[in-house]
């Protein structure tokens, strides 16, 4: 996959998870980071339970780095305070 196309990901990812936990998204480059990380975290657990991990752009690596990307915002709105799921 392509710089541009992992861009691409985050972005969409990072947004998807930022609505899901917050009800708001964090800005169009931390939505993106959110996204990179959470795709690495996504692919960690999902190649831990046996899964497969992304490969390219489809809507099975969008699911992991959405899955990851909310896992990460989770654990960081734990450990800094902030409410989530409003």
């Not at 899901?20 to 939505?31: A, F, N, Y």
Request: charge should be positive.
């Amino acid at each position: 996959m392509t710089i541009l196309g992992w861009i691409l990901l985050g972005l969409i990812s990072g947004f998807i998870a930022s609505k899901v936990v917050s009800s708001e998204g964090q800005g169009c480059l931390v939505d993106i980071a959110l996204g990179l990380v959470g795709a690495v975290v996504g692919g960690l657990l999902f190649s831990t339970i046996g899964g497969r991990t992304i490969m390219g752009f489809d809507l099975y690596s969008l699911f992991v780095a959405t899955i990851g990307a909310i896992i990460v915002l989770v654990i960081y709105h734990a450990i800094m305070g902030r409410p989530t799921l409003k």
